[in-house]
């Protein structure tokens, strides 16, 4: 192979596209992802958001190209031409099995989309492409899923990964907001291996903290932000309800795009939900907490059990005189989305980010982000301490008072 590519980029202006990186891109589950949004509902909220998986795969991949000519150029390291291949297109194929609308289905339940690489990864042209490329599903997935035991594995799935670095600074110049602002060009000239692992020279400690601050900046006014999360509510309900039903199944929702899903959820419809989201009809806040007012021990089950969670919004609606599908329980959390555990080199008397006292800095940032809130379709009466009660009680002894009075 001779083609080369160049695409340009808003972000990274021209981005080059390899041979190898041409065969895997013009594959139909590649070019899938150009009909699957980044941010799913945001676009409700921030118009310019409706940039898609599919610039951020070229933009991942393009990072990954320049993290490795960065070490590449490093003394005394003998480049592996396979093992930069495979970190190249593991890059550009980390998001290859997302489902449509971000990460909403995965919250409603559905395997996350790591998981579904597999699928896409092992059969058809995108399969035959990387036989043929040398970079079989086998040699990626360990990259893609972060269980590969490579050095440079951190490029791929890490907590400084070319992932984060494309997607924060892409969503924010998108969405039109200053808040995902991170010093890249410095943080990719201070990457280096030591140990046998990635880390970070002591020069890119001030842009590590640009990334962290950025990230939880962006969680706080963008992804999290109350109608994108009302929005989110909504369409998980909705999906829920679609595949409990039998109209969808799992498998069809995950190789959708989101126009295609939002056509079949119109016509198959069994809420409402479907034409509220579609006229912009959001539910709106009964209830707005913030995390930092809730205990530091909360339980986390409202963002990682959906099947008790649902339980929690049908009893609260019926105590309040609401339909099953007009009330809807929202406590995000992701506790490892602001980790930034990597080993520091080059600064005497410190061997990693923590004696920046960066990892108890992402503690009470994630608690901050965080916002307890309850929807609703139409106007209803939520008191504070019932709800907070059920959100900082166990699992265990919130699923026991549902059984105990159902």
Same mark, same amino acid.
């Not at 990186?21 to 909220?45: E, K, M, N, S």
């Not at 991949?61 to 000519?69: F, G, K, M, S």
């Not at 601050?213 to 909504?234: E, I």
């Given at each position: 192979?001779?083609?080369?590519?160049?695409?340009?980029?808003?972000?990274?202006?021209?981005?080059?596209?390899?041979?190898?990186?041409?065969?895997?891109?013009?594959?139909?589950?590649?070019?899938?992802?150009?009909?699957?949004?980044?941010?799913?509902?945001?676009?409700?909220?921030?118009?310019?958001?409706?940039?898609?998986?599919?610039?951020?795969? $070229?933009?991942?991949? #393009? @990072? *990954?190209?320049?993290? =490795? !000519?960065?070490?590449? /150029?490093?003394? %005394?390291?003998?480049?592996?031409?396979?093992?930069?291949?495979?970190?190249?297109?593991?890059?550009?194929?980390?998001?290859?099995?997302?489902?449509?609308?971000?990460?909403?289905?995965?919250?409603?339940?559905?395997?996350?989309?790591?998981? $579904?690489?597999?699928? #896409? @990864? *092992?059969?058809?042209? =995108? !399969?035959?492409?990387? /036989?043929?490329? %040398?970079?079989?599903?086998?040699?990626?997935?360990?990259?893609?899923?972060?269980?590969?035991?490579?050095?440079?594995?951190?490029?791929?799935?890490?907590?400084?990964?070319?992932?984060?670095?494309?997607?924060?600074?892409?969503?924010?110049?998108?969405?039109?907001?200053?808040?995902?602002?991170?010093?890249?060009?410095?943080?990719?000239?201070?990457?280096?291996?030591?140990?046998?692992?990635?880390?970070?020279?002591?020069?890119?400690?001030a842009a590590l903290e640009s990334l962290l601050f950025a990230k939880y900046q962006m969680y706080r006014n963008v992804y999290w932000h109350h109608a994108v999360r009302s929005a989110t509510a909504m369409f998980k309900r909705l999906m829920r309800?679609?595949?409990?039903?039998?109209?969808?199944?799992?498998?069809?929702?995950?190789?959708?795009?989101?126009?295609?899903?939002?056509?079949?959820?119109?016509?198959?419809?069994?809420?409402?939900?479907?034409?509220?989201?579609?006229?912009?009809?959001?539910?709106?806040?009964?209830?707005?907490?913030?995390?930092?007012?809730?205990?530091?021990?909360?339980?986390?089950?409202?963002?990682?059990?959906?099947?008790?969670?649902?339980?929690?919004?049908?009893?609260?609606?019926?105590?309040?005189?609401?339909?099953?599908?007009?009330?809807?329980?929202?406590?995000?959390?992701?506790?490892?989305?602001?980790?930034?555990?990597?080993?520091?080199?080059?600064?005497?008397?410190?061997?990693?980010?923590?004696?920046?006292?960066?990892?108890?800095?992402?503690?009470?940032?994630?608690?901050?982000?965080?916002?307890?809130?309850?929807?609703?379709?139409?106007?209803?009466?939520?008191?504070?301490?019932?709800?907070?009660?059920?959100?900082?009680?166990?699992?265990?002894?919130?699923?026991?008072?549902?059984?105990?009075?159902?």
């Amino acid at each position: 192979m001779t083609r080369l590519e160049v695409v340009r980029d808003p972000l990274w202006n021209n981005i080059r596209l390899e041979p190898e990186a041409l065969a895997v891109v013009d594959t139909p589950a590649v070019q899938r992802l150009r009909y699957v949004r980044q941010l799913g509902h945001a676009f409700l909220v921030y118009p310019g958001a409706t940039h898609t998986r599919f610039e951020h795969a $070229l933009g991942t991949y #393009h @990072l *990954a190209r320049r993290v =490795l !000519a960065q070490l590449d /150029e490093l003394e %005394g390291r003998r480049p592996d031409p396979a093992e930069g291949l495979r970190v190249r297109l593991a890059a550009l194929l980390h998001d290859i099995g997302h489902y449509p609308f971000s990460h909403a289905l995965e919250e409603a339940g559905l395997p996350h989309h790591e998981d $579904l690489a597999a699928r #896409h @990864l *092992a059969a058809g042209p =995108l !399969a035959e492409a990387l /036989e043929r490329l %040398g970079a079989p599903s086998a040699a990626l997935l360990p990259l893609i899923q972060g269980t590969d035991p490579s050095p440079l594995a951190g490029i791929v799935a890490g907590s400084l990964d070319v992932d984060k670095l494309d997607y924060l600074s892409r969503d924010a110049t998108m969405c039109g907001v200053p808040y995902g602002v991170i010093d890249v060009d410095r943080l990719l000239t201070s990457i280096t291996l030591a140990d046998g692992r990635l880390a970070l020279h002591a020069k890119g400690l001030a842009a590590l903290e640009s990334l962290l601050f950025a990230k939880y900046q962006m969680y706080r006014n963008v992804y999290w932000h109350h109608a994108v999360r009302s929005a989110t509510a909504m369409f998980k309900r909705l999906m829920r309800r679609t595949i409990a039903a039998g109209r969808m199944t799992a498998d069809a929702v995950a190789i959708a795009t989101d126009d295609g899903l939002s056509h079949e959820l119109q016509q198959r419809d069994p809420t409402g939900l479907a034409r509220a989201l579609r006229e912009r009809r959001l539910a709106k806040r009964a209830l707005d907490i913030p995390g930092t007012d809730l205990p530091a021990a909360t339980a986390d089950w409202p963002a990682t059990d959906p099947d008790l969670l649902e339980r929690v919004e049908e009893r609260l609606a019926r105590e309040v005189g609401l339909g099953p599908d007009e009330l809807f329980l929202d406590f995000p959390s992701k506790t490892g989305m602001l980790d930034v555990t990597i080993p520091v080199v080059g600064r005497s008397g410190g061997a990693g980010a923590e004696h920046l006292g960066l990892s108890r800095v992402a503690t009470e940032l994630h608690r901050s982000a965080q916002r307890l809130r309850v929807f609703v379709m139409r106007p209803a009466k939520i008191q504070p301490k019932v709800v907070v009660d059920l959100v900082t009680s166990p699992r265990e002894e919130v699923a026991a008072r549902l059984a105990a009075t159902s």
